[in-house]
T-cell receptor
């Protein structure tokens, strides 16, 4: 079975540019989560959706970050404008339902120069 | 704030030995716990989970123990193999918070051949 699919796997861009990260959750899963992982702060939840609706975005660092889930099979995380401190690995995870484990993609490694 | 933490940031074991990775949690409302394995360049991979109404659960070569009295969780890996080398995270699900997971900082397991 296909797992969570993220693209791109790597992104290098200059500060000030817009960055869009993409995620395809596992088919049939109804919750989707975006995380950021850094050495300093570990794995941090940014935002999550249940049935395509954003439930908790308290982890989104600033207004420069936004996330959408237009349908059950696709989500984006956008950073505009990007800054060097946004450099991190961004993970997407999905889950079948409450009380079920989240399954992670292999992440997007983002470097902002 | 309440958080999940790990006692040991690194653990080195000999191939064939058993490994024990520990995790302390502080939220008594947590009702579900998960262990993840993360290899370099990959996303966290689900290993095993346990609900708060259990104190032990076994998988293939892995066992999770939950002690709610002292808010402690452990992962035991039997006959540790070089392929087990990775960072291991525990995560807790706090009841009635929509499936949001709080992750520990991780323990790096190194298996010596």
């Amino acid at each position: 079975d296909a797992g969570v699919i993220q693209s791109p796997r790597h992104e290098v861009t200059e500060m000030g540019q817009e960055v869009t990260l993409r995620c395809k959750p596992i088919s049939g899963h109804n919750s989707l989560f975006w995380y950021r992982q850094t050495m300093m702060r570990g794995l941090e939840l940014l935002i999550y959706f249940n049935n395509n609706v954003p439930i908790d975005d308290s982890g989104m660092p600033e207004d420069r970050f936004s996330a959408k889930m237009p349908n059950a099979s696709f989500s984006t995380l956008k950073i505009q404008p990007s800054e060097p401190r946004d450099s991190a690995v961004y993970f997407c995870a999905s889950r079948f339902g409450a009380g079920q484990p989240q399954h992670f993609g292999d992440g997007t490694r983002l470097s902002i120069l | 704030g309440e958080s999940v933490g790990l006692h040991l940031p690194t653990l080195s074991v000999q191939e064939g030995d058993n490994s024990i990775i520990n995790c302390a949690y502080s939220n008594s409302a947590s009702d579900y716990f998960i262990w993840y394995k993360q290899e370099s360049g990959k996303g966290p991979q689900f290993i095993i989970d346990i609900r708060s109404n259990m104190d032990k659960r076994q998988g293939q070569r892995v066992t999770v123990l939950l002690n709610k009295t002292v808010k402690h969780l452990s992962l035991q890996i039997a006959a540790t193999q070089p392929g087990d080398s990775a960072v291991y995270f525990c995560a807790e699900n706090i009841a009635n918070q929509g499936g949001k997971l709080i992750f520990g900082q991780g323990t790096e397991l190194s298996v010596k051949p």
